[in-house]
């Protein structure tokens, strides 16, 4: 019998066998596929690992924790290309920064690209939702929720402005520092938990409910714990037994049945306001009564939707603070304007101001990058290098199992669409500009976010009041530069540190 040692090294040499055997098969089968279809190679990213491609592996970790994952793949593209892959855990992997190769991924030839084997860590935390599933499931996922996000729906002043009001009680006197961070996270959790269960979070006032304030911990326990998985891939079978990540998921599951619980057992009651607001819960349950549906869906929305407002009003403050000249642009265009006046048109009548929004999303988009999986054989339009290294121009084979990463940081980067100073924060740009597919901030083709409206209008009008409300806002961090912190999405490091004069 064999003693434990000598178990795990058994063990150890089968799976590097095994691993092996399975990464030239698949070469094999991406060069009979490459001279089928007359496509090449993009240039690949050197490993000294050749089986398990642990170095690139580590590399991402390490990027990570020096807070320049997104920068050092920006400098990857200028070395090698707009396209080019790496093995990690000896599974292919294409990142592009392709206009074209991200059309394709995402829109013209979507049926073949999916996010379920990707996101299948998140299932014990989500369930099976519309961020989740691909195929049928997904589009029935789609059709469900698509009602609640129309412009009439979305645009709910009075909901939101209460939750502005309590931000702005948050807000310090004329000098006094503040990180608007935490304070446009709350902001943002409090307006998103009303919009789909019907109850605030109620975060930004002294007390929170209890159970609000277990869910939002256990949420972020979770939501890390995703993260993680999803990054390992299959190699997650080394954190099976995480007690507190399955703790995390149970008490998620259970907060949002009683909100479900809720509704299905009250009845719904005739509205006196002129319209009756828009909760989702209440519009998923006119669908369907099914518990677990009406969970995952719920889920799936808050989970996807709960930052990326938060993210972008942020950025916009490290910017603004940071370019003094673009908040009194800003001033001027909205004087004369009260919080009444700002409906969904209004907001998005202010040209400079939607160009400042725009310039933030380009230079620090908060989505800064998307995963595809290959589900049918299929190429990608460009990238490929031909054998003379003349051109890289050529059609590349994309196989099953193959991820596809894609980098909108390095996307909105692009000198010949945002002209030749790209890393500049210059809102003018967005006169002249007019990109297609090199501007994707939320998303592109069928699986775009459908909160996308409701994202903006939250952004606008927060901006707007401020704008209003302060004279000027200054910079009070002594590091000038953004400093990243990869999570879902990009966020700033550093927060938004600022101080403001009041008008």
Known sequence: MLSASSFIWVSLVLLVFKVSYSRLQARAALSRATAQHGCAAPPTVPSKDPVFGLD????????????????????D????????????????????TSAKNIQTVLSLQHEKFGVGPIRSPATHMLGKGIIMNDGKVWEHGRSMIRPAFTRTNIAD?????????????????DGEVVDLQPLFDKLILDSSSEFIFGRSFASLLPTTP??????????????????IRVLLGKMRFILFRDK????????IQDYTQKHIDRVLKEPEKPSDSKRERVILLNELAKETSDRNELCSQLLNVFFAGRDTPA??????????SRHPDVWKKCRDEVQGLQKKDLSFEKLKSLRYIQHVINEAFRLLPPVATQSRTCLTP???????VSPDSTSNDLPIAVLPGD??????????????????????????????????????????????????????FWVGYTLVRMLLAFEEVRNMDEVEGFVERMKLNMESERGARVSFVRA
């Open 56 to 75: 690139t592996v580590f590399e991402t970790f390490k990027r990570m924790k020096d807070k320049c994952r997104m920068r050092e793949t920006f400098e």
């Open 77 to 96: 593209a200028q070395r090698y290309g707009h396209t080019f892959q790496s093995f990690p855990f000896g599974r292919r992997t294409i990142t592009t």
């Open 157 to 173: 002043r009075e909901m939101f402005e209460v939750h502005v009001e309590r931000l702005f009680d948050l807000l310090p006197e």
């Open 210 to 227: 209890l159970d609000s304030e277990a869910f939002l911990s256990a949420f972020n326990a979770a939501q890390g714990g995703v993260g």
């Open 244 to 251: 507190k990540f399955n703790e995390a998921c149970s008490l």
């Open 311 to 320: 993210v972008a009003l942020t950025n916009i403050f490290f910017l603004l």
């Open 378 to 384: 299929t190429t990608l339009p460009t990238g490929g």
């Open 403 to 456: 991820t596809l990463l894609l980098n909108f940081y390095t996307l909105h980067r692009s000198p010949t669409v945002f002209g030749p100073d790209p890393e500049s924060f210059r809102p003018e740009r967005w006169v002249d500009a007019r990109p297609g597919w090199e501007f994707l901030p939320f998303g592109g083709g069928a699986r775009h976010c459908p909160a996308q409206q409701l994202a903006l």
